[in-house]
């Protein structure tokens, strides 16, 4: 293990609706094992001291607390979707000192500023506002953070193009149908591929755990796991189902991988 190395710390591997569903009756929703309760999707990258996180759920406050981040040196988006976003009022108390910088594909940008103008209006000094400096990423730029470099990873999620990060030798993409040809070049000498594997039936905007295996096999990372995933799919069965060197991902998971 080195001072080089990379940490992932999975916040959240839990589908839109999270685990338990309120009100679900199913095995899953009520299981033992702790495993199978899954907030929404998010992890931090840190290197160096430098951390950045990708995504801020809505338990984004929760989250950070039960992984002890007291720190954040930017933000990344995948897309706009409600459960990708709308935790960012909870970036202000990492934000009072000096604002962060956010990254995010054009159109989810305008989305955000759309849906939280709040933010960079002039408002009556109360309580605060988080502080994001939001920037524009094309599909063809990096963004440096301290020693870690972000690369988008152009996906489709059903029809809406969004982004996957890139950052070293570590790739997540969490809501993702199909991969276009071109950014399967993006993912070459992968250490760590972490995929978005819904359940173990098809469905129209997310792989299915079948899907994601094939794009393993294709892809052919050193180690992959899964994220994303609903209460059709339990850990167990997960375990079951895939091979070796691919796991499904747990809340508060925490990977080295070598810098
Ligand atoms: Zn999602
Ligand atoms: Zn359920
Ligand atoms: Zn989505």
């Not at 899953?28 to 929404?40: G, L």
């Not at 759920?57 to 706009?80: G, Y």
């Amino acid at each position: 293990m080195s001072a080089l190395d990379y940490t992932i710390r999975f916040l959240g591997t839990g589908t839109s609706i999270g685990i338990p569903v309120p009100g679900c009756p199913c095995s899953v929703c009520h299981s033992k094992d702790w495993r199978n309760h899954r907030s929404r999707s998010s992890i931090i990258i840190e290197k160096e001291g430098y951390r950045a996180l990708i995504d801020t759920t809505p338990e984004f406050r929760f989250q950070a607390l039960r992984s002890k981040i007291n720190s954040l040196d930017a933000v990344f988006w995948t897309h706009a979707h409600a459960d990708h976003l709308h935790g960012i009022d909870d970036l202000r108390g990492l934000t009072w000192n000096r604002p962060i910088p956010g990254y995010a594909n054009p159109s989810t940008t305008q989305e955000i500023h759309r849906r939280f103008d709040y933010l960079w209006k002039n408002t009556q000094r109360g309580g605060g506002k988080a502080r994001i400096n939001l920037h524009e990423v094309n599909k063809d730029q990096s963004i440096h953070v301290g020693p870690l470099e972000f690369t988008p990873l152009p996906v489709l999620h059903g029809q809406l193009p969004i982004y996957g990060w890139r950052c070293g030798p570590i790739a997540y993409i969490t809501d993702v149908s199909q991969i276009p040809t071109e950014t399967y070049e993006r993912l070459e000498n992968l250490e760590l591929l972490i995929l978005g594997a819904l359940r173990f039936k098809e469905h129209p905007t997310h792989f299915s755990v079948h899907r994601a295996l094939e794009e393993v096999k294709k892809i052919r990372p050193k180690r992959a796991y899964f994220t994303h995933i609903s209460h059709e799919a339990s850990h167990r069965e997960l375990r079951r189902r895939t091979p070796a060197h691919v796991n499904p991902a747990r809340d508060g998971l925490r990977l080295r991988v070598k810098g």
